[in-house]
């Protein structure tokens, strides 16, 4: 079944049509209801296939592969086992916040977007038995004859066999923004997919013409299926934020394991009783795990995913969110992304005077400037003949729907019809003021359309538009400033310099003529009416840059983040598109897909740093890319809406499809989904990413400072043989109560004010970076030797030393979490926000009532404290806090140093 399916599909395009329906045993009546059936039960239906999806108890359980999670479901169940029952539900029930959170928000991203199919039409219509009849788009099979008409979406892939100025729009395939015209000629052996004129694929779109064309492959057999399987081949790998857990999980396990074992070995050597001994060892490797990590994690990312939503990009794995932090290349698909996907006439030429409309897209808002500033030009009566036959040479209609404009038909006289709208004309007025009697239809043989209106005043007006080049031999005259004149020879060659010059800037060019005659003009062909037209002008047109896109790029530039468009157009349009974006430079290396079929993988990834375009790519040739750069060790964010698109987009780092004109096989592969299609929400993707990561760092700079002041403390007092600092419940208290809030207030802390003015940070870079190893060497120098100083100072009254060191401890890890409120700036440069605030008020008012009362000071085992005892835990908190902010500054300044130093080359 497949090979045969695969067979056809590799030869059809060189065969004649009616070779191809002898190979595939049908004809043009189509094929039986019967034999249908029959194929239907062969090939199967056609439909793609769907891959296993994800149970929801899969996505709960997934979020215990975590080996934080795992660490801390151990120290729960040792507490359940020695009867600390208490410790054991508040462990647990952290771990069980952040698996429920991390569970709603992945199973909630993928309920959205389940959809895969949605871009097929449910039912086409198809040749049964010579008629005419519409069947469900499963039921079609190789052989059937379908019946295409403007607005249909291809329903198979499937040769052409009649084409009637057929246009088809492949976007969504091969990138190509402009539509194809199709024909039914045979083509050579060896045509890619993007230049078959004579075949028409799933999931495209005709937006012109009419034609049919029989089924020479369904379902995964189609371009449009060998795509969808290719994606479910790719692997997605861990992201940034992934790697970075496992290691600070690993690491954390390794400590407590480490301490616990060390701490069991000194306590049996020293004869303490084994029950102590194991809940000491216990509470020692409760206190070298994060327990509030998870958490404040997933938190983190949840609220970045909640952010995200709000403005417009919907993730749908949860470590995406912060990986947008870390990227430092984005390939992004020109058509519909970097550019509106509408077509906009951008110049006019007439009158020997080019002129220049503003606007973009298919909003009817614009000015016309002319390129000596005159307005004669404008209030011509070429013009306004101009603007009249752009509008009635015409098949396109403006709609105005849902606060949005659209247009009805094909997308380049759309612009046409966009820009008589400009100039004040109004479609339905003129349309019926000039109704149109008949028509000469464009072909691309012909290259030219005419068409024949009755006027008010009782004659025949003629519009005509076309390629320049082929209108011209039907023109004799040409409307100049002075009135209409003779078209000479001379002044054809100025016409055709300036539109080669237009095209040359990526325009796509119509030249346009008229005429009025009395004749009734009953014998319509091109010979007797498409004669003695009067040349009025040159519309370019193309599909523009966004406004929004262009000031994107600059942004990713200056924060150094490497913007690359890979595009199905052709080589001229992505460079002139790509310099008017920012993205192209002089001595950037452009490259096509021809170019990139001869070279290897290898040799692509020593240039690619220099390569800004790609033009004339296949789904193969973006894949080799993202790999070449990936190769290079670059975090590679791909963006698209095509079914072209999708395996780059799943094997990238992360992929951004298109909400609005996104494929559902692309939303499928991607990370995330703009719901505005807007190339400028990844922008503020990635500053969110980067928030994310920057307080998530911050958290774990906060946690480490504490945890290691914590043991290396404890370890200190067992090794010198001094009676312990704090007891296991005090330890369990300080973890859970000083790490739970205050650590989830940072995971809400507002960006530094240089957030999106540094550049990416090294995807290589373990998080334990510069500045938080200085951190932690900070909290040993200064914080361990205060701690110990005041047990000592206070013993020999255990009671007091434990309470006074337990209050201190909590005053430490307040102040601590003042302090990482930024890692770069002062608290008085950078306020602490309102949540952190709070989060510090609670845990003190907590600290209040625990030492206040009896019956909760036994539970914890302090005792009641005098002034003095309160204003030494202060004063060393403020000593922490000071020792804090003079390392930022240090660290700060050798920074900046550093950087002078990079700059100037040491000098």
């Known amino acids: 079944m497949m090979s045969y399916q695969e067979e056809a599909t590799r030869i059809v395009y060189s065969l004649s049509a009616e070779d191809v329906l002898r190979l595939l045993n049908t004809s043009p009546q189509g094929l039986s ?3 249908a059936s029959a194929r239907l039960e062969k090939y199967g239906p056609n439909e793609l296939e769907t891959g296993k999806k994800t149970s929801p108890l899969r996505i709960f359980l997934n979020q215990f592969k975590n080996i934080l999670i795992i660490i801390l479901l151990g120290a729960t169940l040792i507490s359940l086992a020695t009867g600390h029952d208490v410790d054991a539900v508040i462990i647990f029930v952290i771990v069980l916040i952040s698996s429920t959170l991390g569970f709603y928000q992945e199973y909630r991203a993928e309920k959205a977007l389940e959809a895969l199919k949605k871009m097929l039409n449910p039912v086409t219509t198809v040749v049964r038995d010579s008629k005419e009849v519409t069947i469900p788009l499963r039921e079609v099979v190789p052989g059937d004859v379908i019946v295409l008409k403007e607005g249909d979406k291809v329903p198979a892939d499937a040769r ?21 015209f199709k024909d039914t000629a045979p083509l050579p052996e060896g045509t890619p997919v993007s230049d078959r004129r004579n075949m028409v694929f799933s999931g495209t779109e005709v937006v012109g013409g009419k034609g049919k064309a029989v089924v020479v492959a369904t379902g995964m057999n189609t371009e449009f ?3 969808a399987k290719n994606v479910a081949a790719t692997e997605k790998e861990e992201t940034p934020l992934e790697k970075k857990a496992k290691e600070i999980g690993r690491w954390l396990g390794m400590i407590a394991l480490s301490v616990a074992i060390i701490t069991m070995i000194i306590g049996v050597y020293k004869g303490t009783p084994l029950l102590q001994t194991l809940l000491f060892s216990v509470a020692l490797a409760v206190a070298a795990v994060p327990e509030a990590l998870p958490a404040v994690v997933t938190g983190s990312l949840a609220i970045g995913m909640y952010k995200m939503a709000k403005r417009n990009a919907l993730v749908r794995r949860m470590p995406a969110v912060e990986t947008l932090g870390a990227v430092n290349v984005i390939c992004s698909d020109k058509t519909g992304t970097l550019t509106k996907g509408e077509m906009t006439v951008r110049k006019i030429y007439l009158l020997n005077h080019m002129i220049e409309v503003s606007g973009v897209g298919y909003v009817p808002e614009g000015s016309f400037q002319v390129d000596d500033g005159s307005v004669e030009i404008l209030n011509s009566e070429c013009f306004k003949l101009l603007m009249k036959c752009a509008l009635l040479c015409n098949d396109s209609e403006l709609i105005h729907e849902n606060a949005k404009w659209h247009i009805k038909g094909d997308p380049t006289e759309g612009a046409l019809l966009v820009v008589a709208i400009k100039s004040g004309l109004k479609q339905e007025e003129v349309r019926n003021q000039y109704p149109r009697i008949s028509e ?4 691309s043989e012909r290259k030219i359309m005419t068409t024949i209106h009755s006027t008010p005043e009782g004659d025949r007006l003629l519009c005509m538009k076309g390629a320049p080049e082929k209108l011209l031999e039907k023109c004799t005259h040409i409307y100049e400033l002075d009135g209409i004149r003779e078209l000479t020879e001379e002044r054809k060659r100025e016409i055709l310099r300036v539109n080669n010059e237009m095209a040359g800037n990526a325009l796509r060019v119509l030249g346009f003529a008229y005429k009025r005659t009395t004749e009734n003009l009953n014998s319509l062909n091109e010979e007797s009416v498409e004669n003695n037209m009067i040349f009025l002008g040159l519309i370019g047109m193309m599909d523009p840059p966004r406004e929004e896109a262009i000031e994107a790029v600059q942004i990713c530039k200056r924060v150094g983040i490497k913007p690359i468009m890979i595009t199905g157009d052709h080589k001229l349009t992505a460079i002139s598109v790509a310099k008017e974006l920012g993205i192209y430079e002089e001595g ?17 990834a020593e240039i690619v740093e220099k390569v800004t375009v790609y033009a004339r790519v296949s789904p193969e040739h973006k894949l080799k890319i993202v790999r070449a750069w990936k190769e290079r060790s670059y975090v590679v964010a791909m963006t698209g809406d095509g079914v072209n698109d999708a395996p780059a987009l799943k094997h990238a780092n992360i992929g951004v499809a298109m909400g609005i004109t996104g494929t559902e096989v692309a939303k499928e592969a991607a990370d995330m989904v703009l719901a505005d299609d807007n190339f400028a929400t990844i922008v503020k993707a990635i500053e969110l990413g980067r928030w994310i990561y920057d307080n998530i760092k911050k958290y774990l700079t906060y946690l480490l400072q504490a945890n290691l002041v914590e043991i290396v403390m404890l370890s200190i007092a067992i090794l010198l043989g001094f009676p312990m600092p704090l007891l ?10 000083t790490d739970g809030l205050p650590a989830l207030a940072l995971g809400l802390s507002p960006p530094d004010p240089d957030i999106m003015k540094r550049p990416p940070r090294n995807p290589k870079e373990t998080i334990f970076t510069i500045d938080v190893k200085s951190f932690l060497i900070r909290a040993l120098i200064v914080e361990v030797p205060l701690i110990i100083w005041l047990f000592l100072t206070s013993l020999p009254n255990e009671e007091l030393a434990r309470t006074r060191v337990f209050v201190t401890f909590i005053l430490f890890e307040l102040a601590l979490a003042l302090a990482c409120r930024s890692l770069k700036y002062t608290i008085l440069e950078v306020r602490p926000h309102k949540f952190l605030l709070a989060a510090i008020f609670w845990e003190i008012l907590l600290l209040s009532v625990l030492i206040s009362f009896p019956i909760t000071r036994q539970a914890i085992g302090v005792i009641e404290l005098d002034l003095e005892s309160f204003l030494i835990a202060i004063g060393l908190s403020v000593v922490t806090l000071i020792s804090i902010e ?10 900046s140093r550093h950087s002078l130093k990079s700059e100037y080359g040491g000098l």
Request: glycine residues 6%; without cysteine; negative net charge.
């Open 160 to 180: 052409l066999i009649e084409a009637i100025n057929l246009r088809v729009n492949e976007a969504s395939l091969t990138g190509e923004s402009m539509p194809v």
């Open 588 to 604: 950037d290396i452009v490259l096509t897909g021809d170019e990139l079929e001869k070279i290897s993988e290898e040799e692509l």
């Open 728 to 737: 296991p419940v005090q330890i369990l208290y300080v973890n859970l109560a």
């Open 440 to 443: 000469v239809p464009f072909s």
């Open 225 to 227: 299926g060998k795509i």
């Open 886 to 895: 003079g390392t930022k500054l240090l660290l700060r300044n050798k920074h």
């Open 33 to 35: 209801n019967e034999e």
